[in-house]
């Protein structure tokens, strides 16, 4: 919903006095491109930012999770905007969280 949101305000534009291009022009190639790239971008980090809390107090712990879900966010942005669909991001989302889950059993279960 946010890389959506995103997306569609910088499509959009900002209204300054005269409607730019009309009600129903279709905005350039390149307003496209930058639109998915800040659009995914934006909404990666903020799915990093809202993870953050998971490593508090560790600074290594925070920094290695920012940046891994970081990267699933990014992927699952591609993802969403290449598709315009969820589903792949969450089997994505949940293959991740298995693979975690994975390693901290089987770390549990190495002392």
Partial sequence: LLLRGFRNTIL???ASGAVRGGAGAT???SRRRTAAVVSVGASALLFAAVH???GWGSPI???TLG???LVLGVVNG???ATTKRL???I???MWFNGMAAALVIAGSGAS
Avoid: F, N, Q
Wanted: zero cysteines.
């Fill in 67 to 69: 940046l891994t879900i």
């Fill in 27 to 29: 905005p350039s190639t």
């Fill in 78 to 80: 591609v993802y969403a």
């Fill in 52 to 54: 953050l809390y998971e």
């Fill in 61 to 63: 712990t925070m920094v």
């Fill in 87 to 89: 589903g792949p991001g």
């Fill in 12 to 14: 959009r534009g900002r």
């Fill in 91 to 93: 089997w994505t989302h």
